[in-house]
Each structure stands twice: as C-alpha cells, then as structure tokens.
T-cell receptor, first 111, second 115 residues
Framework: GQQVMQIPQYQHVQEGEDFTTYCNSS?????IQWYKQRPGGHPVFLIQ?????EVKKQKRLTFQFGEAKKNSSLHITATQTTDVGTYFC???????????FGKGTHLIIQP | DGGITQSPKYLFRKEGQNVTLSCEQN?????MYWYRQDPGQGLRLIYY???????QKGDIAEGYSVSREKKESFPLTVTSAQKNPTAFYLC??????????????FGDGTRLSIL
C-alpha cells in the first residue's frame, strides 16, 4: 500500500531560525495536504497542493509539491514560539483513495 | 457554532469491556473518519464513511466497529478484541465530491486508557 514518509521526526530550532519538513511518497500522489497539531490539540488543516511543481505561501510558511508529485515540503521562515507543534503531511493516491498521513515532524523552539 | 464534538475527553476501559466513543458533527459533512494516534506513529485510519448507512475499513480496523445511522453521528466501539486500545482517538469529517480529498476537520479527541 501507499506509504508516506516524513522527516525529520523532531527538529529543535532557536527562535528566529528557519525550519523545513519533508514528505516523500512511495507512489505518485494526486494531491497532498498539510496539517498542524499543537501540543494537546487536534490537527488543523493548513493547505492542499494539487498541481505538479506547485508552490503556495501563507505568510511565513511556504509549501511546495514536487514535479513528480511524489514529494512535498513545508518551510517556515523566522520561526516564532507560536509555530510550536507537529506538522503532518497527508497524501492521496488516485481514484477513491483516502488520505495517508505521514508520522509528522515535531517542531520544538528554544527561545 | 459549527464543528465536531467528541466525547468523552477521557475514557478508561476495563479488561474484557467494550467502550463506545461518540462523534457528532453539525457541519453537514457527508464523510466521517476515525483515526488512532500513538506517540511517534502519526494518524492511522480505523474506519471511514462516505455516506449514511455505509462505511469501510481503514488500515487498522481489527478490534473496532462503527455505525453510521445518521449523517451527524459516527460512533466508534472499541471491543475487547482490541488488545492494545490505549491511544488518542480522533474523529474527523469532510465534504465529498471532486477528484481530490477535501480538507478534514477534526474533533478534540478522546484519550482512552486501560485500567
């Protein structure tokens, strides 16, 4: 079955540094979604990417979908304490496939 | 105020006992999902339902059962056959239609522990 790998599992950064998490699928994806889960909370939808090579920005967050539609990344510029949490990617294969979530990247920010 | 409500927030299960987790949504979403989250494991799909009176097994359905008698409700029963039920259970819902999965809206979750 489809597998979605996400790295790194944990990332410690100083406040103000940049952060990137990477997502790789074993198969070509039709689309990919990104979610953020704050400590003790539930996942919240951030964005969906559909097109090959697509890049979308949300303030300090930049999301990218690879040309082959098998990988994606989330980059945060100048991290703030409010960015703390776990970031999940979730990919969909073709047809009626559901979402397969990666294991997430835990972002820890040191002030 | 629209959203998804899961109850209870915390639940304890005794050996050999079945327990049912509640999930209600007032978003008028057709699709509903149950996930299990363990530390370091991400979210794993237990069951999902695209329409009332129909549901499908996800990746880890063994030891669980669901029903979808109403559009708003998708309860999950953790049976005694589930030998390692301690986890954080998340319910989600989404609209359906189109080629792509729609964004999923999650409830606050239920933490289940073994006594």
């Amino acid at each position: 079955g489809q597998q979605v790998m996400q790295i790194p599992q944990y990332q410690h950064v100083q406040e103000g540094e940049d952060f990137t998490t990477y997502c790789n699928s074993s198969t070509t994806l039709s689309n990919i979604q990104w979610y953020k889960q704050r400590p003790g909370g539930h996942p919240v939808f951030l964005i969906q990417l559909v097109k090959s090579g697509e890049v979308k920005k949300q303030k300090r967050l930049t999301f990218q979908f690879g040309e082959a539609k098998k990988n994606s990344s989330l980059h945060i510029t100048a991290t703030q304490t409010t960015d703390v949490g776990t970031y999940f990617c979730a990919g969909q294969g073709g047809g009626a496939d559901g979402l397969t979530f990666g294991k997430g990247t835990h972002l820890i920010i040191q002030p | 105020d629209g959203g998804i409500t899961q109850s209870p927030k915390y639940l304890f299960r005794k050996e050999g006992q079945n327990v049912t987790l509640s999930c209600e949504q007032n978003l008028n979403h057709d699709a509903m999902y149950w996930y299990r989250q363990d530390p370091g494991q991400g979210l794993r799909l237990i069951y999902y339902s695209q329409i009332v009176n129909d549901f499908q097994k996800g990746d880890i359905a063994e030891g669980y059962s669901v029903s979808r008698e109403k559009k708003e409700s998708f309860p999950l029963t953790v049976t005694s056959a589930q030998k390692n039920p301690t986890a954080f259970y998340l319910c989600a819902s989404s609209t359906t239609g189109g080629q792509s999965n729609q964004p999923q809206h999650f409830g606050d979750g239920t933490r289940l522990s073994i006594l």
